[in-house]
């Protein structure tokens, strides 16, 4: 499921955080907290009441950020009418701040640990944890409805605390988390009578079994979305579709793979009006007539825009999916194992896809097939059926991206596995898609060159970034030279978020960047020849940063800490290895910046300088 | 950059100590096998032909292997020194047994190249032509192939000294959390496509690697009845390895062998097929019945005969336990 409610996409809560603060610790802490003072009434060109309501409209963080920085009357109108707060790095601020500022939140976004953790990274304990903030809100927001989590960890207990505090809470969304059991979510359905959302997307949760789903009572009808498609234990059937039956307003529901086609078919009569639907396994054996059923159930649903699920899908059935397919823009295919012709087959009848999202069993003929079919197309994702089976070589090469990007000019995201790339296959792409605003390129194997060529893959995202003038975010792969970063710095105006790996010759890479990104909020960095003095050369620019990541680089402990010493509202933290020596290399380095100072909850293996 | 031709068909034996180099080879043909020295040939112990410095896939051979007579089915025989090549078929024809002396863990530097049959179940017809082709366009894949996997291997490579990935041996060292995919979708893909090869859809798709082979192939156990026929399939598709030429669309060419000629040639070969099965352990193939045999197997490898030692006898203690 697509992050984008996560990312914001404007989220500079932090630096309003930071500017706040120092006008917080002035004259601002006499403010009043009523919104309305005599003086800005004399002084304000309209009336408050006009101004309030202008800015309850901003939903923006970003526009709300640069107008609580007008004026104090402003900032505390703003503060006053937000009801949604996204956190980027839940260590930037303490939720104490956050509840002395805001008054009326609603709904809290919160991300927690570094991106790395996804790939293990991260040690297990590092942190994150929730709960310290749902103490707090459970105090000072009574009324909380919506809580969405990614990289954070929250335990059954925290998922109890959570549905008996807040008797109003609607929408619980769980991306990429870890702590809890089946256990919490049985809390949550036994609890949450206003319950609209439930969204349990990829955690690594404790399935102990699918009772929890049989938890929500008779008695409630409120649930709009329900997303469990990657959990792995069979749920209770007849207690899912009373459920869906009686709640109404049913519009997104992702099932598990323990769900059948016979069982889908039964769903879906139930619930027409879905917009999104996650199916189950797509690979019973249907007698014709059931066959019939299903598409008929398909048919009958209008208005599904998104598909996804088609685990273990068996391609026969798949043309039971054409009534749905002319309305989609979204087709998430990326668990579904398929081949290139039954992916052209479907890819036939959605004309209107904006995105996909394939496997790479669909090779390099089936993204011949996205450029012939899509025209529309705005996002692909490839991901690696086998990614760690080097004896395996199938998958999607230069050829296929080439291909799209004929096809689909509106190309603006692209996430592509592969294991080969050429220079000029990039150059080719982003010539004929000039607006890619993500591009994330991932050639599987450490630090290999163009494959036709040997040549560096500098020149590649050199293309890129003097090409793709709105470029946000970039992630390289290949054989990268410093030449790549020089290009990144020099070009790349827009960018925000930048992964590297296994690439550079040497600190003038990094400095590079450093001193060239100037939209530059992310960075994360492994395994590349980078030291302290391209660490250092970042020194003025991490406080406009949320955070920057470097592991298995050259830095050192003394690094480090000259870092932390010079920036002290910086939290440096250094990961520290089983046994390694203090004065040693530091593995891994996790530098973010922060008004709430250190972090009291650091495991021992985290050393904070 | 060397890289592509070096890959070609280098290969590591497990005892080996010198690395492999290959002489680069241009054409599919030459690539596909080194004629020359993939004629079987039986040789008297001790012998080595002069000209067979190079083994089946260019690669050095040891000087001082004892040189098996090729008829005996002892499974603790050396590698013959390059005389003899070949799918080795050594059946004991009585009880249906692989005798082959078994390798560890093959630490062959596979290069890529292979199209492999389709993993979809029920979709035979597909992996047929696949089959069919796989030779000669694997052969070209292979000679654009990219660089070791191993980041370490290439000296142009500005590889900073991490330590994740250092000097990994042969055998393939995984770095951790590359290619950046989420665990749970590492997770889930890997129970998928397991899923996929034994699904109801009625197929049981194993990789077969043989020593030495520039590419694995796939085949699906259901297919086959019982170790005869499961023999007949890997030695044909493993002998264009092994004798005898491949034709210009890949296809091995028999070449005026007939098949009690190729049965001899395969009982004299040193190689051994071997499995893993659930547990992790290899086995010999062929000690088990069949129907086990298919429910426990989970990749097959036809290995060469020095490490066999010490394995049978952990089969047949293993097949007692179960029993």
Redesign the interface.
């Known amino acids: 499921m697509e992050s984008s409610e996560l990312k914001g996409g404007k989220d500079s809560q932090i630096s309003d955080e930071l500017s706040e603060l120092r006008m917080e610790s002035s004259e601002l802490k006499k403010a009043k907290d009523s919104p309305i003072s005599d003086e800005s009434n004399r002084r304000s060109s309209f009336p408050d009441e006009v101004l309030e309501r202008v800015i309850s409209l901003l939903n923006s963080h970003r526009d709300r950020s640069s107008v609580s920085l007008v004026c104090k009357d402003w900032y505390n109108m703003e503060r006053w009418s937000r009801t949604h707060i996204f956190i980027g790095n839940c260590y930037s601020v303490s939720p104490e701040i956050v509840a002395r500022r805001f008054p009326k939140i609603r709904s809290l976004t919160l991300k927690g640990k570094p991106r790395f953790s996804d790939f293990n990274l991260v040690p297990q304990n590092w942190g994150a944890d929730v709960h310290a903030w749902l103490v707090v809100f459970a105090a000072k927001y009574p009324f909380l409805e919506e809580l969405r989590l990614k990289r954070m960890t929250i335990s059954d207990a925290s998922l109890e605390f959570l549905a008996l505090s807040f008797p109003n809470f609607k929408a619980l969304s769980l991306l990429s988390c870890d702590g809890f059991s089946t256990n919490g979510l049985a809390a949550i359905a036994t609890h949450c009578k206003n319950l609209t959302e439930l969204d349990i997307h990829e955690n690594d949760i404790d399935d102990k079994g699918g009772g929890w789903l049989s938890c929500f009572p008779e008695s409630f009808t409120s649930l709009e979305v329900l997303n469990f498609a990657n959990m792995t234990s069979d749920i209770n059937f007849d207690a899912l579709e009373r459920l869906i039956s009686r709640c109404k307003s049913v519009r997104v529901l992702k099932v598990n793979r323990s769900i059948s086609l016979e069982q889908l078919q039964r769903l879906l009569a139930n619930a027409p009006q879905l917009t999104e639907l996650g199916t189950g396994s797509f690979t019973q054996e249907l007698a014709q007539r059931q066959y019939e059923e299903l598409e008929s159930a398909f048919n009958n649903c209008k208005n599904i825009h998104t598909l996804s699920g088609l685990w273990e899908v068996k391609g026969l059935y798949l043309p039971a999916l054409y009534p749905v397919s002319t309305h989609l823009t979204f087709l998430n295919l990326s668990y579904a194992v398929l081949q290139s012709d039954e992916l052209a087959k479907l890819l036939v009848h959605c004309p209107q896809l904006r995105r996909l999202w394939v496997l790479d069993t669909v090779e390099d003929k089936g993204l011949e097939a996205v450029g012939s079919n899509c025209p529309l197309l705005e996002e692909l994702r490839v991901f690696p059926a086998d990614p760690f089976d080097e004896e395996i070589v199938h998958g999607v090469t230069e050829a296929g991206f080439v291909a799209v990007s004929y096809g689909c000019p509106r190309l603006h995201y692209v996430l592509y596995f592969c294991r080969q790339m050429t220079n000029a296959a990039v150059a080719t792409v982003v010539q004929n898609c000039p607006d890619f605003t993500h591009f994330r390129l991932c050639i599987m194997t450490p630090g290999q060159p163009d494959y036709l060529t040997n040549e560096p893959m500098d020149e590649a995202f050199g293309a890129v970034v003097k090409t793709c003038t709105k470029l946000q975010r970039l992630s390289v792969s290949g054989y990268l030279t410093d030449l790549t970063f020089e290009y990144i710095g020099t070009y790349a105006k827009n960018l925000e978020t930048l992964s590297v790996a296994f690439a550079g010759s040497s600190d003038w890479g990094m400095q590079c960047v450093l001193g060239g990104c100037p939209k530059l909020r992310k960075l994360e960095i492994r395994d590349c020849p980078f030291g302290n003095a391209a660490l250092l050369s970042g020194l003025e620019k991490y406080e406009s940063m949320r955070s920057l990541w470097m592991s298995a680089c050259n830095v050192t402990m003394n690094g480090c800490r000259l870092l932390a010493r010079e920036m002290p509202r910086l939290n440096v933290e250094v990961m520290k290895e089983e046994g390694s020596d203090d004065d040693g290399r530091a593995d891994k380095v996790y530098v973010y910046r922060s008004i709430a100072g250190q972090r009291r909850d650091a495991p021992s293996s985290v050393l904070t300088l | 950059?060397e890289?592509?031709s070096d890959k070609i068909s280098s290969s590591s034996s497990s005892s080996s100590t010198h690395p492999i180099e290959d002489k680069p080879s241009k054409t599919a043909k030459d690539t596909c096998l080194n004629l020359k020295e993939t004629e079987l040939r039986l040789g008297l112990p001790g012998s080595q032909s002069p000209e067979r410095k190079v083994s089946l896939f260019g690669k050095d051979l040891e000087s001082n292997n004892d040189k098996s007579n090729g008829l005996s089915v002892s499974p603790l025989k050396n590698l013959v020194s390059g005389a003899k090549r070949g799918f080795s078929d050594a059946i004991d024809g009585s009880n249906g047994k692989w005798v082959f002396p078994i390798n560890g863990k093959s630490d062959v530097e596979?290069a890529?190249?292979?199209?492999?049959p389709?993993?979809?179940g029920g979709?035979d017809s597909?992996s047929n032509p696949q089959q069919a082709r796989v030779s000669v366009p694997a052969m070209k894949?292979v000679a654009?192939?990219?660089?070791?996997?191993k980041?370490v291997q290439?000296k142009k490579?500005?590889?900073?000294?991490?330590?994740?990935?250092a000097t990994a041996p042969a055998a393939?060292a995984?770095?951790?959390?590359?290619?950046?995919?989420?665990?749970?979708?590492?997770n889930?893909?890997a129970s998928?496509?397991a899923?996929?090869s034994e699904?109801?859809?009625g197929c049981l798709y194993v990789?077969v690697?043989m020593d030495g082979a520039p590419?694995?192939r796939k085949v699906d156990l259901k297919t086959y009845k019982n170790y005869m026929e499961l023999s007949s399939a890997l030695e044909k598709m493993f002998s264009c390895f092994t004798i005898g030429q491949c034709s210009s669309n890949g296809l091995p060419v028999r070449d005026g062998l007939s098949e009690s000629r190729l049965m001899d040639l395969l009982h004299g070969s040193e190689y051994v097929l071997t499995y893993e099965d659930k547990d992790g352990d290899w086995m010999l193939v062929g000690d088990v019945p069949w129907e086990m045999f298919t429910n426990s197997c989970k990749r097959l490898r036809i290995m060469k005969g020095s490490e066999a030692i010490g394995l049978a006898p952990r089969a047949m203690e293993k097949c007692k336990s179960q029993n």
């Open positions: 950059m890289r592509s596979l890529k190249g292979a199209a492999l389709s993993p979809r979709l597909k894949e654009g192939i990219p660089q070791s996997p980041p290439d490579n500005p590889l900073p000294p991490s330590n994740d990935h393939k995984q770095v951790v959390g590359w290619p950046p995919i989420r665990s749970f979708r590492k889930t893909m998928n496509l899923k996929n699904d109801a859809a990789k690697s590419y694995l």
